[in-house]
């Protein structure tokens, strides 16, 4: 008889298929806050997108906004947005907009709630790649945190990062990810708007959709997985590739924007039964932390390669996937390559910035991230790592 165990996290409320403008105004009144501090990127802070929108509708809970969160979520930028936040008297913060904008705001809850007010006091609390903390419960309230801030996230791309609890930044003078988490980092509401993620780029909304096949896969290959993650994974594998090629094909229909944001949701949910990512996502993060290179245009360039050399001891479940992607018989690794050329994104790592004479840093720094821990074929040393680069460029 199988058994197991599944943590829910501090998250209240998912909402979707509504505006996000009427839903935030709703939220805020529900939380009773007064004071609402709004966080987006710069292309998301003009007077006729989605944040001005919301600010519009918050009304005098309006307390301010901060629109120039970037990718990667640098920390001198998470400090200052939150600096402007306590100066705003916020009582209550919203982001509007990809992974790096939602890290952003769930960091900067911690300056919040220490009063961190330089990029020195900003100190990570987990290791790099690992998603837990030693003695944290994510899915209990700690004691003497009732009045701490807390965000809503309004994702404008496929990132998922408003599902979890965790998040890191970039330390831009060592190139390097540093990790935060916490109970109450996760978003306390989520609002999954289809029509906010018609501001975001075509090419860099379909790659975070490509970067949700990633952990897809990588999730239900993982050791660690179980039924339960292998039947949401299942449901959102079978959805996601129809609704990323109906995006490409007609940019304007808000029903397949709608589906990647549900499978955004499902795609999170393994790791609420302690599922996580190997390989591929371990190298992704080195790209990130060298090169700033979007996770999904990290995952179109790298996951056929990952695929083929994991396939020695994940051959079944490839099979496996590759039917519920409508495929049946066909290499997985094959399948992936296609969609990835159906949505015209970069498949090779050399044509995403990376520096071929870097591998062997690049894979030094791989072989630290706990990650490769989840990974279905044991990756034994730095050698492994190059293959798959070698494979890829």
């Not at 009582?91 to 220490?114: A, E, F, N, P």
């Not at 961190?116 to 419960?137: A, I």
Request: charged share 20%; net charge neutral.
């Amino acid at each position: 008889m199988i058994s197991g165990t599944k943590l829910h996290f501090q998250q209240e409320r998912i909402i979707y298929g509504r505006p996000a403008a009427e839903v935030i105004a709703e939220e805020a009144e529900r939380l009773e806050a007064h004071r609402v501090f709004l966080v987006c990127s710069h292309h998301l802070s003009d007077d006729n997108g989605p944040t001005a929108a919301i600010a519009k509708g918050l009304g005098a809970r309006h307390a301010g906004s901060y629109g120039k969160a970037e990718s990667h979520t640098p920390k001198e930028i998470v400090v200052e947005a939150a600096n402007q936040a306590r100066d705003a008297k916020a009582d209550l913060l919203v982001s509007v907009g990809g992974g790096s904008v939602t890290d952003t705001v769930k960091i900067m809850q911690r300056c919040l709630w220490h009063n961190f007010t330089t990029v020195d006091q900003l100190v990570p609390n987990r290791l790099f790649g690992v998603h837990q903390v030693p003695g944290m419960d994510p899915s209990r309230h700690p004691p003497g945190m009732d009045d701490a801030i807390r965000m809503i996230a309004v994702p404008a791309t496929y990132s998922a990062a408003e599902f979890n609890f965790g998040g890191s930044v970039l330390n831009l003078k060592t190139r390097a990810k540093e990790a935060h988490a916490h109970p109450l980092m996760i978003p306390r509401t989520v609002v999954l708007d289809p029509h906010v993620t018609l501001f975001t780029s075509p090419d860099q909304l379909l790659a975070s959709g490509i970067y949700l096949v990633d952990h897809f896969i990588a999730d239900f290959m993982s050791p660690k997985a179980n039924l339960v993650s292998q039947m949401m994974i299942g449901e959102g594998i079978r959805h996601l590739p129809g609704a990323l090629r109906a995006i490409k094909q007609n940019s304007d229909d808000l029903e397949p924007r709608l589906y990647g944001l549900l499978c955004a949701w499902w795609a999170r949910d393994p790791d609420l039964s302690g599922v996580f990512q190997g390989l591929g996502h371990a190298i992704g993060l080195v790209f990130g932390e060298r090169y700033r290179i979007p996770p999904g245009v990290s995952s179109a360039a790298l996951q056929p390669a990952a695929l083929r050399w994991n396939l020695p001891a994940s051959e079944t479940q490839q099979k496996e996937l590759a039917g519920r992607m409508g495929r049946p018989g066909v290499p997985l690794a094959d399948v992936v390559a296609e969609l990835i050329s159906d949505l015209g994104l970069r498949s090779r790592i050399r044509d995403i910035g990376v520096d071929r004479n870097d591998f062997p840093a690049i894979a030094e720094r791989t072989m630290k991230n706990a990650l490769l821990n989840s990974n279905p074929r044991k990756v034994a040393g730095t050698a492994d790592v190059l293959e798959v680069l070698d494979a890829a460029w």
